[in-house]
């Protein structure tokens, strides 16, 4: 074929597709059904097209021409489809069901291929492998009619994430089942569960870390090409491929696999490592290319059609109909027995029974069965009638899932209630016309008198206003209840919440790493409140206030081994999503008092005003403790924070000015440039002051104080500095021995045997009578805020006992403190001394407090203080 002739047979099909989408908009039809219906006329107009004129007729006749093999679907078109959709999808709603989405996408697949292939197979004569074969062609589904619909209908985002999850997922699997059947059909493999088992896990689990490897490695050139947008979106395109072919021809692993996580990746980490800009020209083109790719799929599987049904028999049609039945019936299994079982779980996700209808009925089969079909057909070394079989059926198939559930599936969503608004919805939106209609009526009016309009006219508008304002307050809005209001509510700033540190990224307020932090927790408290209202977000808020996981890690790390790095890298983390969370905070209270009092009442506005107070509270709570204890970083934080906002308003002001054309273009990036460089200062972070070493610690404990220089050097080598979160409890044991603590800064919180409440500050001691007496002795211990410990195990300290004097004699003036304290407190509880005995809520306390009056001053020696009036009542002394 000429070159000439390809590119008007593809300028003709792009030119058709074009009109596709607001004609299947205007005929109801799912966009899909409406390309196969025309994939399939034009297959047949390619055989009888003699009567058409010239032009009409050299078109048809190139695409007559056109070279469509299996390879052309899967190397030309799945590898767009594949990454245009994980591209789009979030990784983190993504992994929150990935139980789930693995269930429903492998278990579907496998339960389809046996369930097919042992039906066909008692029903038909052409054996249990070829029948396996088609059972894993018609496995997998594509999700483009459900989900479209889920959209119009407003289903929940998990539900929607679910579904695509499970298309992109089952494709690997129907594929690499499709694959180890082949082998065994083509006398290259033999048929055995370990086999097949085999062969999948290696190809799907092989093709996740090349994928991951290769989407990090995208990622990270991202950052060399950022300014650049244009060489981003190609650098994109041309991982769709590579991911795909490589992963296949030369790692022997799954490309589909590959290119789904690829994409995964780059959609997880691009809108946060690449400018904002980038990343939204990066998300249009991959539309329009996916756009592209499912409409010429689609057009030339469907025109394939006719060729495919050419030597169809009765038979056949029986066996259509029962491969229709038996995969219905295989998907029932998964929808409403796995499913809900999986919904019990903290791996799955609870899905109504509307929402199970439609995601039966809705697995429509499509593109990607019809290439595994023809691929089929292209196999020689298969016997004729094996290959007509399997294109017959699964092209049968296909145009059932399509022209029977396809065209049903809109009735059904009706049918089901699922496209109506509930009655919530329906105030919202009535109060909403009610509010925009008023303001709209005084705004027409003042622009009336302004430009000098006839005051009949301006009088005659304000009547449509009054007259739809009425009319919408005359409706029969059904009266809510404060709870359902305060539902509505939460679930607007949930999604404000997520919009606003979107604009912070955009503004280049908060850097990505931070974003992906804040985004990924923001996206799961908006799905949280959406379920369960306000008790969703104060469980939301006490989740997000939490510690991450890599925290934990970082600080396990930290306390078996020393090691500091990673957890200053989660500490300055920690710091920065703080302050960032402080900020919308406050915007979201502004946002509610101003915006939803007006909608919602001022009762519901002022529970969910104050329910995002006490959440701020918390945050400047948190952001207090640490501010105390690193307050260098704390400044140079706010000073960072408030820089790149003033950055950000100086940026947009500039934009202003070039598009009112006050400023060229040049001008514009010189400016930008001035920006940049006025505060790259702040780019350099102070150190957390957590790195302190050993010997600067215990210079800041006063016990230390006279003790030799040679005892500091074997103290510096024995401590083991250790950080304490606040609330953390401190244990002391360690590793089967009993240790003691110096507190180098922050405070600690003893809890007496009798309730009472004692704070230990810098300089101070805990554990050193359990070490002395080998004995246990101390209460419960907490931390108050990120408090900086020095540990001693008992082994360490006998040795630096008899090796300084002085060490021995200041640890034993504290024992005995410590001793006589708890032997007056006995006294009081026991009766032994002249005053009544205590209660139990403070007896120890004031115990320790009598202690002094035997033993001379506890503070200079670095006992535990004297306990106050608050500590003596058992409330909290950070209160």
């Given at each position: 074929?000429?070159?000439?002739q390809?590119?008007?047979?593809?300028?003709g099909?792009?030119?058709?597709?074009?009109?596709?989408?607001?004609l299947?908009?205007?005929?109801?039809?799912?966009?899909?059904?409406?390309?196969?219906?025309?994939?399939?006329?034009?297959?047949?107009?390619?055989?009888?097209?003699?009567w058409?004129?010239?032009?009409?007729?050299?078109?048809?006749?190139?695409?007559?021409?056109f070279?469509?093999?299996?390879?052309?679907?899967?190397?030309?078109?799945?590898?767009?489809?594949?990454?245009?959709?994980?591209?789009?999808?979030?990784?983190?709603?993504?992994?929150?069901?990935?139980?789930?989405?693995?269930?429903?996408?492998?278990?579907?697949?496998?339960?389809?291929?046996f369930?097919?292939?042992?039906?066909?197979?008692?029903?038909?004569?052409?054996?249990?492998?070829?029948?396996?074969?088609?059972?894993?062609?018609?496995?997998?589904?594509?999700?483009?009619?459900?989900?479209?619909?889920?959209?119009?209908?407003?289903?929940?985002?998990?539900?929607?994430?679910?579904?695509?999850?499970?298309?992109?997922?089952?494709?690997?699997?129907?594929?690499?089942?499709?694959?180890?059947?082949l082998?065994?059909?083509?006398?290259?493999?033999?048929?055995?569960?370990?086999?097949?088992?085999?062969?999948?896990?290696?190809?799907?689990?092989?093709?996740?870390?090349?994928?991951?490897?290769?989407?990090?490695?995208?990622?990270?050139?991202?950052?060399?090409?950022?300014?650049?947008?244009?060489?981003?979106?190609?650098?994109?395109?041309?991982?769709?491929?590579?991911?795909?072919?490589?992963?296949?021809?030369?790692?022997?692993?799954?490309?589909?696999?590959?290119?789904v996580?690829?994409?995964?990746?780059?959609?997880?980490?691009g809108r946060?490592?690449?400018?904002?800009?980038?990343?939204?020209?990066?998300?249009?083109?991959?539309?329009?290319?996916?756009?592209?790719?499912?409409?010429?799929?689609?057009?030339?599987?469907?025109?394939?059609?006719?060729?495919?049904?050419?030597?169809?028999?009765?038979?056949?049609?029986?066996?259509?109909?029962?491969?229709?039945?038996?995969?219905?019936?295989?998907?029932?299994?998964?929808?409403?027995?796995?499913?809900?079982?999986?919904?019990?779980?903290?791996?799955?996700?609870?899905?109504?029974?509307?929402?199970?209808?439609?995601?039966?009925?809705?697995?429509?089969?499509?593109?990607?069965?019809?290439?595994?079909?023809?691929?089929?057909?292209?196999?020689?070394?298969?016997?004729?009638?094996?290959?007509?079989?399997?294109?017959?059926?699964?092209?049968g198939?296909?145009?059932?899932?399509?022209?029977?559930?396809?065209?049903?599936?809109?009735?059904?969503?009706?049918?089901?209630?699922?496209?109506?608004?509930?009655?919530?919805?329906?105030?919202?939106?009535?109060?909403?016309?009610?509010?925009?209609?008023?303001?709209?009526?005084?705004?027409?009016?003042?622009?009336?008198?302004?430009?000098?309009?006839?005051?009949?006219?301006?009088?005659?508008?304000?009547?449509?206003?009054?007259?739809?304002?009425?009319?919408?307050a005359?409706?029969?809005?059904?009266?809510?209840?404060?709870?359902?209001?305060?539902?509505?509510?939460?679930?607007?700033?949930?999604?404000?919440?997520?919009?606003?540190?979107?604009?912070?990224?955009?503004?280049?307020?908060?850097?990505?790493?931070?974003?992906?932090?804040?985004?990924?927790?923001?996206?799961?408290?908006?799905?949280t409140?959406?379920?369960?209202?306000?008790?969703?977000?104060?469980?939301?808020?006490?989740?997000?206030?939490?510690?991450?996981?890599?925290?934990r890690?970082?600080?396990?790390?930290?306390?078996?081994?020393?090691?500091?790095?990673?957890?200053?890298?989660?500490?300055?983390?920690?710091?920065s999503?703080?302050?960032?969370?402080?900020?919308?905070?406050?915007?979201?209270?502004?946002?509610?008092?101003?915006?939803?009092?007006?909608?919602?009442?001022?009762?519901?506005?002022?529970?969910?005003?104050?329910?995002?107070?006490?959440?701020?509270?918390?945050?400047?709570?948190?952001?207090?403790?640490?501010?105390?204890?690193?307050?260098?970083?704390?400044?140079?934080?706010?000073?960072?924070?408030?820089?790149?906002?003033?950055?950000?308003?100086?940026?947009?002001?500039?934009?202003?000015?070039?598009?009112?054309?006050?400023?060229?273009?040049?001008?514009?990036?010189?400016?930008?440039?001035?920006?940049?460089?006025?505060?790259?200062?702040?780019?350099?972070?102070?150190?957390?002051?957590?790195?302190?070493?050993?010997?600067?610690?215990?210079?800041?404990?006063?016990?230390?104080?006279?003790?030799?220089?040679?005892?500091k050097?074997?103290?510096?080598r024995?401590?083991?500095?250790?950080?304490?979160?606040?609330?953390?409890?401190?244990?002391?044991?360690?590793?089967?021995?009993r240790?003691?603590?110096?507190?180098?800064?922050?405070?600690?919180?003893?809890?007496?045997?009798?309730?009472?409440?004692?704070?230990?500050?810098?300089?101070?001691?805990?554990?050193?009578?359990?070490?002395?007496?080998?004995s246990?002795?101390?209460?419960?211990?907490?931390?108050?805020?990120?408090?900086?410990?020095?540990?001693?195990?008992?082994?360490?300290?006998?040795?630096?006992?008899?090796?300084?004097?002085?060490?021995?004699?200041?640890?034993?003036?504290?024992?005995?403190?410590?001793?006589?304290?708890?032997?007056?407190?006995?006294?009081?509880?026991?009766?032994?001394?002249?005053?009544e005995?205590?209660?139990?809520?403070?007896?120890?306390?004031?115990?320790?407090?009598?202690?002094?009056?035997?033993?001379?001053?506890?503070?200079?020696?670095?006992?535990?203080?004297?306990?106050?009036?608050?500590?003596?009542?058992?409330?909290?002394?950070?209160?």
């Open positions: 074929m000429q070159i000439g390809f590119v008007f047979g593809l300028a099909l792009l030119g058709l597709v074009a009109f596709m989408p607001p299947a908009g205007r005929l109801r039809l799912p966009y899909s059904v409406l390309l196969a219906l025309i994939g399939f006329a034009l297959g047949i107009l390619l055989h009888l097209h003699a058409a004129p010239k032009m009409v007729s050299d078109f048809l006749s190139t695409l007559q021409a070279d469509i093999s299996s390879e052309t679907f899967l190397y030309a078109f799945l590898p767009i489809l594949l990454f245009e959709t994980s591209l789009a999808m979030n990784l983190r709603r993504l992994l929150d069901d990935i139980g789930a989405i693995l269930m429903m996408a492998i278990v579907a697949v496998v339960v389809c291929t369930a097919v292939g042992y039906a066909l197979n008692v029903a038909s004569s052409y054996g249990l492998v070829v029948c396996l074969m088609l059972g894993a062609i018609v496995a997998t589904t594509d999700p483009v009619a459900v989900v479209g619909i889920f959209r119009e209908v407003g289903a929940p985002k998990r539900l929607s994430t679910l579904v695509e999850g499970e298309a992109l997922f089952n494709d690997a699997a129907s594929i690499a089942l499709y694959s180890v059947l082998a065994v059909l083509t006398g290259g493999g033999e048929l055995s569960g370990s086999t097949v088992l085999g062969s999948f896990l290696f190809s799907f689990l092989g093709g996740g870390v090349a994928g991951f490897l290769m989407g990090r490695l995208a990622s990270g050139l991202f950052v060399l090409l950022r300014g650049w947008p244009a060489a981003e979106v190609t650098l994109t395109i041309a991982l769709a491929y590579l991911a795909f072919f490589v992963s296949e021809h030369y790692l022997g692993v799954s490309g589909v696999v590959a290119t996580i690829s994409g995964l990746v780059v959609g997880s980490t946060t490592r690449m400018s904002p800009a980038t990343f939204e020209l990066l998300s249009s083109s991959w539309s329009q290319m996916g756009f592209l790719a499912n409409s010429l799929i689609f057009l030339f599987a469907a025109m394939l059609i006719p060729r495919l049904m050419a030597e169809i028999t009765w038979m056949q049609i029986g066996l259509v109909a029962l491969l229709f039945v038996v995969t219905l019936l295989a998907r029932a299994v998964m929808v409403f027995a796995v499913l809900p079982l999986l919904g019990r779980t903290r791996f799955g996700t609870r899905v109504s029974r509307p929402y199970r209808v439609v995601i039966l009925w809705g697995g429509l089969r499509g593109a990607v069965s019809l290439a595994l079909a023809l691929a089929v057909t292209e196999q020689h070394a298969i016997p004729h009638d094996v290959r007509q079989f399997i294109g017959v059926a699964t092209t198939f296909v145009l059932l899932t399509l022209f029977v559930n396809g065209i049903s599936l809109r009735p059904l969503i009706r049918r089901l209630g699922l496209n109506q608004l509930t009655p919530l919805e329906r105030h919202l939106r009535d109060q909403a016309v009610s509010l925009a209609l008023e303001e709209l009526r005084d705004k027409t009016e003042e622009l009336g008198r302004q430009e000098q309009i006839k005051p009949q006219v301006i009088e005659r508008l304000c009547t449509v206003f009054e007259v739809s304002q009425a009319g919408v005359s409706g029969q809005i059904q009266s809510l209840t404060e709870a359902q209001k305060v539902k509505m509510g939460m679930a607007i700033l949930s999604a404000r919440e997520v919009e606003l540190f979107y604009e912070q990224l955009k503004s280049q307020i908060v850097d990505w790493k931070t974003a992906e932090s804040l985004l990924s927790r923001a996206e799961r408290m908006n799905d409140v959406r379920q369960a209202g306000l008790a969703g977000f104060e469980a939301a808020i006490a989740s997000d206030l939490r510690y991450s996981r890599g925290f890690y970082a600080l396990r790390l930290h306390y078996l081994f020393g090691r500091q790095g990673w957890l200053v890298r989660e500490l300055d983390k920690r710091f999503n703080l302050i960032a969370k402080r900020s919308v905070a406050q915007r979201l209270i502004q946002f509610a008092q101003t915006e939803l009092a007006p909608l919602l009442g001022q009762q519901a506005t002022g529970t969910i005003v104050q329910a995002h107070k006490l959440r701020l509270s918390q945050l400047e709570d948190a952001l207090h403790s640490l501010t105390l204890q690193y307050p260098v970083f704390a400044q140079w934080l706010q000073e960072s924070y408030l820089a790149r906002v003033a950055a950000a308003q100086e940026r947009a002001h500039y934009r202003t000015m070039l598009s009112h054309s006050l400023i060229t273009s040049e001008m514009y990036a010189d400016l930008v440039k001035q920006i940049t460089q006025r505060w790259r200062y702040l780019e350099e972070r102070p150190t957390l002051d957590m790195t302190m070493s050993a010997m600067e610690l215990i210079a800041q404990v006063p016990m230390f104080d006279g003790i030799s220089e040679q005892a050097k074997e103290l510096a024995r401590l083991r500095p250790r950080l304490a979160l606040p609330d953390q409890k401190i244990h002391l044991r360690y590793g089967g021995m240790v003691m603590f110096f507190v180098a800064s922050g405070a600690l919180e003893l809890t007496l045997p009798d309730g009472s409440l004692v704070e230990l500050g810098t300089g101070q001691t805990i554990g050193e009578v359990n070490v002395v007496e080998h246990d002795h101390a209460g419960e211990v907490r931390s108050l805020g990120y408090s900086r410990l020095l540990m001693l195990t008992e082994r360490d300290f006998d040795t630096l006992r008899g090796k300084d004097p002085i060490f021995s004699e200041k640890i034993e003036a504290v024992v005995r403190q410590r001793q006589r304290a708890y032997q007056v407190w006995q006294e009081f509880e026991s009766g032994q001394r002249q005053h005995a205590l209660p139990p809520l403070f007896g120890l306390a004031h115990a320790l407090s009598e202690a002094e009056s035997f033993v001379g001053p506890l503070q200079p020696s670095g006992d535990i203080p004297v306990v106050t009036e608050a500590t003596k009542s058992g409330s909290n002394p950070r209160e």
